[in-house]
């Protein structure tokens, strides 16, 4: 593949950029009362208003040329495919044939996947259903209350996500906990919280191999045996998803309570996949085949619409537009609906850890700005804290806003403020506020001139802020599955156009190799070497203050 900064589409571009590169978007709204439909789009239940972008048709034209000509419609076609487009890796990207619902064939290797993606499904349901409907007992009899998932990064983040999103949906006695961090101190506040005789652990870990993960599981372990007294019940409060049969075994959960997928679901693409079980024993499977269900409409929105009509194209080439052509090196997720807290956390892992790369597959430099620094927090906590920075500062940060249209909170009052500040905080970061306007502001407060001169620097806003407003009819399982679908494929778009690998993550490696020899230094059972001397020195300041025990 032509490297990008060779193709004739990224010239045009640029060009284009050079011309219009201080237009603003009050002056394009004026100038055409049909921009907020023309530049809207609706996928299933979900909205994208993206006219507020700096962008015109010409801009667009030339978006979606650079689209084409870098080959995304191709390489569209691989992912459904099932090609190996994880080079590095030598691994398909599947993770949609989880949710392919029409159950059509997707071969690997000249084998359909689907008939063993759809058993490891209907093993989940039946697990999950008995787990809910309180058949699977506990060592004393008792019925699972709680469920403690034991995971990091894409074993932790996407499931914590949706079961968080989709709580309203959730089963009335189980209480989920999710424990990634190896501090001690969050798996001692869970187990503070759960008892033995009543809780599930599931174990995640595409490796099995995770230290984090590993060392959370064998505590949680010791810890029911030492309160159960019963190591034999481990086998009916332990099972675990993963890819890595030997490993579950040598860990000592039994392989029969093992859930299994495949090396070309990626970590972060993984919750469609058994990584989704504590999801599907929380919601159930008809809402878990929901979720998979929203996934594959915009799965098939993604594989089929033009380009210029797809949502996740569109919202993928206003990020290159900015970070390509305006040097905009960050990307908020702002969504005004406290079910998504964890929703800027997930997509932060989705993106960064895909595309955040300085070379592209074929191992060649990149060239050109890759990821945003991906950020963000529930939109209204986001305003009393950040969005100064968003309104007035140096900056620009272009904003995804992300609401329901309807609430299941039963506080109708409180999602009208919600929703009000939403459409104002889109509106402002578009229209601004002129020097003209505040000026007349702080007349009409009958200021003197002297005092109105001193604020006004302060009053002005530049305006001219791009954000993407998406809206779904209302948080449910099928409208999240579309969403998350919807960054997926964004993301990788944007990694075609940059010709990098969205599917390795090869940036993880080193710290973790590092780590490895630091923790037997710590631990004294190597002798610290090979370090810069500030490393050295906090390696034995940290042995001096421990006393070299690790304890
Ligand atoms: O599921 P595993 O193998 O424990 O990995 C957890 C996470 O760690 C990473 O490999 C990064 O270290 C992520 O890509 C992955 O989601």
């Given at each position: 593949m032509a490297h990008l900064t060779t193709l004739p589409a990224w010239h045009a571009l640029h060009a284009h950029f050079d011309a219009?590169?201080?237009?603003?978007m009050r002056q394009l709204f004026e100038e055409d009362p049909s921009r907020a439909e023309r530049y809207s789009l609706s996928v299933g239940g979900l909205l994208l208003d993206?006219?507020?972008?700096?962008?015109d048709d010409e801009t667009l034209r030339c978006l979606f040329a650079l689209a084409a000509e870098a080959g995304v419609p191709a390489r569209i076609a691989a992912m459904f495919a099932g090609e190996r487009i994880n080079r590095t890796e030598d691994r398909a990207a599947l993770h949609v044939a989880l949710r392919n619902r029409a159950n059509t064939p997707v071969l690997q290797g000249g084998v359909d996947v689907m008939p063993a993606v759809n058993a490891v499904l209907d093993r989940m349901a039946r697990f999950a259903h008995a787990v809910r409907c309180g058949d699977w007992l506990g060592y004393t009899g008792q019925p699972v209350t709680d469920i403690v998932n034991i995971g990091i990064g894409g074993s932790d983040l996407g499931p914590q996500m949706v079961c968080k999103a989709l709580a309203p949906f959730g089963h009335p006695r189980l209480r989920m906990h999710f424990v990634s961090n190896v501090d001690g101190e969050q798996l001692r506040q869970t187990l503070d919280r759960v008892h033995p005789q009543s809780t599930l652990f599931v174990v995640e870990s595409k490796t099995f191999t995770t230290q984090e993960t590993l060392t959370n599981a064998l505590t949680a372990r010791e810890w029911f045996v030492a309160r159960s007294?019963?190591?034999?019940a481990v086998a009916r409060h332990f099972v675990a998803v993963s890819t890595n049969r030997q490993a579950v075994a040598a860990f000592g959960i039994d392989p029969d309570h093992m859930f299994e997928f495949w090396d070309w679901v990626g970590g972060r693409f993984s919750l469609w996949s058994a990584i989704g079980l504590p999801i599907m024993l929380y919601l159930g499977e008809a809402h878990f085949a929901a979720l998979l269900e929203g996934a594959h409409r915009m799965d098939e929105h993604f594989r089929h619409a033009p380009l210029d009509a797809n949502m996740p194209v569109i919202l993928a080439m206003l990020g290159v537009w900015y970070i390509n052509c305006y040097g905009g090196g960050s990307h908020v997720i702002a969504p005004y609906d406290q079910l998504l807290e964890r929703f800027p956390a997930f997509i932060q892992q989705l993106d960064m850890e895909s595309n955040?790369?300085?070379?592209?597959?074929?191992?060649?430099?990149?060239g050109v700005e890759t990821a945003p620094i991906i950020w963000g927090e529930t939109g209204i906590n986001g305003q009393h804290a950040f969005f100064q920075l968003l309104h007035q500062g140096t900056h620009i940060s272009p904003i995804d806003l992300i609401a329901s249209?309807?609430?299941?909170?039963?506080l109708a009052g409180h999602h009208d403020i919600l929703l009000a500040n939403l459409l104002a905080q889109a509106e402002a970061f578009m229209r601004g506020k002129t020097e003209a306007e505040a000026r007349m502001e702080l007349t009409a407060q009958g200021l003197d001139e002297a005092r109105v001169a001193a604020l006004l620097p302060h009053k002005v806003f530049g305006g001219n802020r791009p954000s993407n407003l998406l809206l779904l009819d209302a948080l449910t399982p099928h409208n999240l599955g579309s969403l998350v679908a919807l960054y997926e494929h964004k993301i990788f778009v944007q990694g075609v156009v940059w010709g990098v690998n969205s599917f390795d993550q090869w940036g993880v490696e080193l710290g973790k190799q590092l780590a490895r020899g630091i923790l037997a230094e710590l631990r004294g059972e190597a002798p610290p070497g090979g370090h810069d001397s500030s490393t050295a020195r906090l390696i034995r300041l940290i042995r001096r203050v421990r006393g070299g025990s690790g304890a």
């Open positions: 219009v590169r201080d237009r603003q993206y006219s507020k972008n700096r962008v007294g019963e190591p034999a955040g790369k300085s070379v592209t597959a074929d191992g060649a430099p990149v249209l309807r609430t299941r909170s039963g």
